[in-house]
């Protein structure tokens, strides 16, 4: 197994699930019960913060990803 393959399977370097904001948005912008929060899943709050703000941006295309690379290219020169 690689070194990132490693790091892939090891949780700790996963980000922790942002509970404060969760709970901001399910009991401050949805005005869910306490019993009607915890019930749900990620999944189901994730989906209900799209209802509210939209579908979240995806990756950018490699078209548009080589496009902005030319627009915009690495300065070569040193600082």
Known sequence: MT?????ACDSSHRAPFPFARA??????V???SS???WS??????FCAA???YGLAP???TRAALEDM???FPDSQGST
């Open 69 to 71: 690379m030319r627009q």
């Open 40 to 45: 749900m899943t990620p999944r189901e709050l």
């Open 23 to 28: 709970m901001a948005f399910g009991l401050g």
């Open 58 to 60: 995806g990756a950018p």
């Open 30 to 32: 949805l005005r869910l």
């Open 3 to 7: 070194q990132a393959e490693e790091e």
């Open 35 to 37: 019993r009607e929060f």
């Open 50 to 52: 799209e209802g509210v």
